[in-house]
């Protein structure tokens, strides 16, 4: 060890200061009034002009969307609270049963999967708080001169939720490893203490299931309806204001894109740890408590490097010109990488010990490892995370080659311009898949499957910044005007004057390149952390058999394995199907509710209407169709 310093105060430290920086952020967002004028980055936040009649619209706007990401998540949640209770009775009778009947064991992994979930709840409804609060004050911002308050806003925005989440995802996560400690101080009882962890990450994952599920059918139904009856049929833009679905669309961007997504990240961060614990609990034999959690420690730097890197792009480089935007975005994922790999090796040399052993996941050999070996497997897994986002920013901003190509393909039809597009994101998947190849082969061969764990972890080890990076991007969108990629804002539907809609589009087109890297580390991390977890899962069933079964791993050449390898393959594919559907179902009625309005209300097409259209009808329609249609494919995971 290089340095003697205690693990548990690093990684408490690092969640208490991951919070308070979120809280600092906010505070920051919070001082920017609800109040169109125009001002200089130079001049305060609370002088000028202000247009009163913009100004009551914009809160006008601000408080439907809110309202409605309120009562879609209440309604959500309370579906998950009830699964919540169910599940974890069941988790305790079946986790009692299998140790015989083992009470505390089972106690421990039924609490630790309401502790999941739970702060897998409070982290995307947090998430969809701040991105609501902070959308309308983006707007806001960018009515004044210049870039880099509008920017600053929407980043910071993203930051709450980034900071939060982690923060509160580790001092849950090693408070209550502590807490179990307790009852197993033993360095030979921690894999007891580990699989009772394992709860957590399926506590995660379970609401991260049902927040992508519900959020996304709905967030991308209500899409449909506001494209196809306002644009489609009667000609108005999609974010007009006589459009019913308007408000509806804004609030699946933070539902579905905003929670669902920081649900998704913190059920693999969660599970990615809890795997490595399970895979490195025969650390602490020989290196002791501080080895054994080193995964959580590599997690906590993470947080200092982020936070380190987070003043670039708001201080150090700040936003001046559009040219600025995705490149201030692109060097947050750099150096934070950059500054991981010696904060890395820094934690190995610090909580790892010269030598420790530790047992292969297939056969009966002793692995000696050493930090520089852990160190490695870290590295791999956070360069192999940025090459990652750096591929799915090629294919995916206008900056580049393909998507201007893709353009192109538009001048002879929407035909062709599918074709293209498909052809592109088969081939954008080309490389990512080739990257996980090398970093599983290479940190498998380098400390086995914990070695496999660690890459995941290395992974997610920047997670602060990847979810600052893909909130910003629904912030911008609902921020944005009739021009932007998904075609959201509060600029359009306030009516604000062209350059701030100009403004906020060119925040957006960054932020929908921000979002696919965020839906790529996702994919990425997700591919690790199965396998991780599936090591983890064969080192349990070894202890837990006395080497009886699996010894020399699975055999996938015997008929039953292959047989449920194919069904395995089958499963993405059936679930694909049913949430295709059930967007198509959600969106129907969302199209004819739509039409109803405009033909009960003719005058609502009127270029300068007198009522307003009905927004509440829609949203509870929407809330409706998305979590009925949610169940079926959530069923199927299940």
């Known amino acids: 060890m290089l340095f003697q310093t205690s693990a548990t105060a690093i990684i408490i430290s690092a969640a208490i200061l991951a919070m308070l920086w979120a809280l600092i952020q906010f505070l920051l967002v919070s001082r920017i009034p609800v109040r169109s004028e125009g001002l200089s980055d130079s001049t305060g936040l609370v002088s000028g002009s202000n247009d009163e009649a913009t100004t009551r619209r914009l809160i006008e706007i601000y408080t439907a969307i809110y309202e409605g990401a309120e009562s879609f998540l209440r309604a959500e949640y309370t579906i998950c609270a009830w699964f919540i209770a169910v599940f974890s009775i069941i988790i305790f009778v079946l986790v009692s049963w299998g140790t015989g009947w083992d009470f505390a064991r089972g106690t421990f992994t039924a609490l630790s999967f309401v502790l999941g979930a739970c702060t897998s709840i409070l982290s995307g409804y947090l998430g969809m708080k701040v991105a609501v609060y902070s959308n309308v004050r983006t707007t806001v911002s960018a009515q004044k001169s210049g870039w880099t308050l509008c920017f600053n806003t929407a980043f910071r925005a993203g930051a709450v939720m980034g900071f939060a989440l982690c923060g509160l995802g580790i001092f849950m996560l090693y408070v209550s490893l502590l807490a179990f400690r307790i009852h197993y101080p033993l360095p030979e009882d921690w894999i007891y203490l580990t699989e009772c962890m394992t709860g957590y990450g399926l506590g995660g994952s379970s609401i991260a299931m049902f927040g992508r599920v519900g959020g996304g059918i709905y967030t991308k139904a209500a899409d449909v309806g506001a494209d196809l009856v306002g644009k489609v049929v009667h000609g108005i833009p999609e974010d007009d204001p006589r459009n019913p679905a308007t408000i509806a669309d804004n609030v699946g961007d933070n539902v579905g894109d905003v929670a669902g997504m920081g649900s998704d990240l913190f059920g693999s961060f969660a599970e990615a740890t809890c795997a490595a614990l399970v895979l490195g609990s025969s650390i602490g034999m020989s290196g002791g408590w501080d080895a054994m959690v080193f995964p959580v420690a590599v997690s906590a730097v993470g947080i200092f490097v982020c936070l380190i890197c987070s003043f670039i792009a708001t201080d150090l480089k700040p936003v001046k010109s559009e040219a600025d935007v995705e490149s201030a975005l692109k060097i947050q994922l750099i150096s934070t990488t950059i500054l991981m790999i010696p904060a890395v090796w820094l934690a190995a040399e610090t909580f790892l010990p010269d030598e420790f052993q530790l047992r292969a996941t297939v056969g009966l050999d002793i692995l ?160 690790l952390v199965s396998l991780a977890l ?102 199927l995971v299940i």
């Open 534 to 635: 599936f090591g983890a899962f064969v080192t349990r069933i070894r202890h837990s058999s006395g080497d009886e079964l699996f010894q020399d791993g699975v055999n996938m050449l015997q008929p039953l394995t292959f047989a449920f390898l194919i069904i395995g393959g089958m499963i993405p594919f059936a679930f694909a199907a049913m949430t295709m559907k059930s967007v198509g179902v959600a969106a129907m009625e969302m199209v004819m509710e739509v039409q109803r309005q405009f033909d009960e209300k003719p005058h609502l097409l009127d270029a300068n209407p007198t009522k307003r259209s009905n927004y509440d009808a829609y949203i509870a329609i929407s809330i409706i169709a998305s979590l009925k249609e949610m169940i079926p494919p959530g069923a």
């Open 368 to 527: 000696t490892l050493h930090p520089w070996q852990a160190t490695v497997c870290v590295i791999m897994g956070a360069v192999g995370g940025l090459i990652i986002g750096l591929v799915t920013e090629y294919y995916t901003s206008h900056s580049y080659k393909p998507v201007r190509e893709l353009a192109d393909s538009c001048k002879t039809g929407a035909a062709t311009n599918m074709i293209y597009g498909i052809a592109l994101g088969y081939k954008s998947a080309i490389i990512p898949v080739l990257v996980l190849a090398i970093v599983v082969y290479g940190s498998f061969t380098i400390a086995d499957m914990y070695g496999v764990s660690l890459a995941a972890i290395g992974f997610l080890s920047n997670l602060a910044t990847g979810l600052t990076i893909d909130v910003y991007g629904p912030v911008c969108d609902n921020a944005g005007g009739e021009y932007s990629s998904k075609c959201t804002g509060i600029a359009e539907m306030a009516e604000l004057e062209p350059y701030v809609r100009e403004k906020t589009d060119a925040l957006d087109a960054a932020g929908n390149t921000t979002a696919a890297i965020g839906k790529g580390f996702a994919i990425g991390s997700a591919a």
